[in-house]
């Protein structure tokens, strides 16, 4: 083990990673920068304006932001079930992170309760099941906090 994840684990007894990043690069094969574009697609069919400073972005989530805030539901949640629909596809072509199976195994070495957290919705974590992450999952816990429609 690496000395500094030696000692970032010292004194622990669980492990509480990100998904993203820490696990896995969500979007290193299916871009945000596409999944962006495709965001914007959309906007021609409701011949909605696009300012300048959104005709490049790259961030996903700053384009709903920008189209919530023109104050019209029946595009924004078209938008916004598009962006949760990139998401589930995204996580079917995840990259691992480089160096993330060491806190893992040690984690499962030493007993430890192992949880994972996602900024994206709870069922993105399942449908691509790459096998690297979901090998050893014993069970989800269903949830969601944050951004989202009831």
């Known amino acids: ?18 998904f993203d990043g820490p696990v896995c690069s969500i979007f290193a094969n299916y871009t945000a920068a596409a999944v962006s574009s495709e965001l914007r697609g959309i906007l021609s069919k409701f011949h909605a304006p696009l300012p300048d400073s959104a005709t490049e972005e790259s961030d996903a989530l700053e384009i709903l932001r920008w189209i919530a805030s023109l104050a019209h539901p029946v595009l924004t949640h078209e938008v916004e079930d598009a962006l949760r629909a990139a998401e589930i596809r995204a996580v079917g072509t995840a990259a691992p992170t480089p ?9 499962r070495e030493r007993g430890w309760p192992v949880a994972i957290v996602s900024w994206a919705l709870a069922k993105c974590l399942i449908p691509g099941k790459p096998v690297w992450w979901h090998a050893e999952m014993t069970h989800v816990v269903p949830g969601q906090g944050g951004r989202g429609r009831t």
């Open 99 to 107: 160096g993330a199976q060491e806190p893992l195994s040690a984690a």
């Open 1 to 18: 083990m690496k000395p500094e994840l030696a000692r970032v684990l010292k004194g622990a007894c669980s492990l509480l990673l990100d």
